[in-house]
């Protein structure tokens, strides 16, 4: 049995696998369990094997390859369209086996366990991060309920602890459901702190993590995430990387008439999220007669609405980035007329 392409489609105990000759007939169809993939593989000749692009989906992908196999990964969204009928395990397989071997299927870069720990460090810091918020919501509107009011941040919450302290007309079993929420909004704190701690000094030991840090807008937390998710050889373009993190407008067009419409969100939301927010932050400093403003981000923050202003600087830091990425250069600031 000679088998050209494999496509897999795993889970978390029964992989599927659906492989084609050069013909392109079917000549596997099997399911394995997750501890006969590793010896079935390790039994055929080298081949090209295809998986969707998931987190585990990585873990494989060095594990096959360090067995000789080709590994591909590719978009889940790619693959949906190519699904028949009566979704199941196997349907599932063959759709990736048949994706994968369309000419202009694009692939994921197969990450490093490295890479992937790095990667960890930053999904967690921004999952306790939106912890700390719906914490800190919580106390608020709880605290709101006595009539103690503050102002929104965390940076008023000792304010607002201080205050629900001070009030004496708070029940009992009130304050105690209040001194659990500051509790766990001190220990998240804590734990985002010492977050930070560790990725600013894997900020400093990546040089295209500090070469990115020149970038107006981008700081370590930005940087460090482009620097660890991005592979800028597996775009053509600036404008290409830009589309995929989901910073261009969605088409809807058709009869030669262009119409464009909001930004697509079909990327990586938070290398988008981390773009805006950054490009924001760079909007709220704009002042006219300020050196470091070139004259083109004041006309476009006076054309346009704030927010869609910050989108289209959004767009440029990408844009930046991949070419400061791929050249191996350090940003150059646009020189601002006297």
Known sequence: MELKRIGMDTSKHVFSLHGVDAAGQVVLRRDLRRGQVEAFFAGLAPCEVVMEA??????????????????????????????????????????????????????????????????????????????????????????????????RGTAQIEALLAAIAADPDIPPPALEALGLLSARIAQVSEQVGALDAALLAQHRANPMSRLLEGIPGVGPITALSLALTVEPGHFASGRHFAAWIGL?????????????????????????SLLIVGATTVIQHVRPGRKATPPWLLDLVARKPRKLAAVALANKMARTAWAMMARGEAYRRTPVPA
């Open 248 to 272: 261009t407008p969605r088409q809807n067009s058709t009869g030669g008439k262009t119409r464009l419409g909001r930004i697509s969100k079909a990327g990586h939301r938070r290398l988008r």
């Open 54 to 151: 998931c987190g585990g989906s990585h873990h494989w992908a060095r594990r096959l390859g360090a067995l000789g196999h080709q590994v591909r990964l590719i978009p889940a969204q790619y693959v949906k369209p190519f699904v028949k009928r009566g979704k199941n395990d196997r349907a599932d397989a063959a759709a990736i086996c048949t994706a994968a071997g369309q000419p202009d299927m694009p692939g994921v870069p197969v990450k490093s366990a490295a890479q992937q720990a790095a990667l960890m460090l930053l999904k967690t810091r921004e999952l306790l991060v939106r912890q700390r918020t719906q914490l800190v919501n919580a106390l608020r509107g709880h605290a709101a309920e006595f009539g103690i009011v503050a102002a």
